[in-house]
């Protein structure tokens, strides 16, 4: 079972990229909170904070690209009711 992903179980679930999009946002969010704080501290929590940014931006990316080679392939996921288009149930 998934929480939070498509499944036969979550069909009404989200895609990993709209997650993964709704996750950078609330980063960004923090990241303008205290990017006026000049603090040692805030400013290696700022940068780390890029660092992940940029790592979920690179998954999104991913995730988008597996969306586009499964809906050419196998049509869009709305079609299979929450089955699989590849794997096992």
């Known amino acids: 079972m998934t929480h939070f992903l498509v499944s036969e179980s979550n069909p009404k679930g989200f895609k990993l990229e709209d997650i993964l ?4 946002r609330d980063v960004l969010v923090r990241c303008n909170k205290i990017a006026d704080d000049p603090r040692p501290e805030a400013r290696q929590v700022l940068d780390n ?3 992940v ?5 690179e998954a999104i990316h991913i995730a988008e690209s597996s969306t586009r080679i499964l809906d050419k392939s196998f049509g ?4 299979y009711d929450g089955k699989p288009r590849i794997g096992v149930s």
């Open 53 to 57: 940014l940029q790592l979920i931006t």
């Open 21 to 24: 999009t709704v996750l950078r």
């Open 49 to 51: 904070n890029m660092k």
């Open 76 to 79: 869009p996921s709305s079609l």
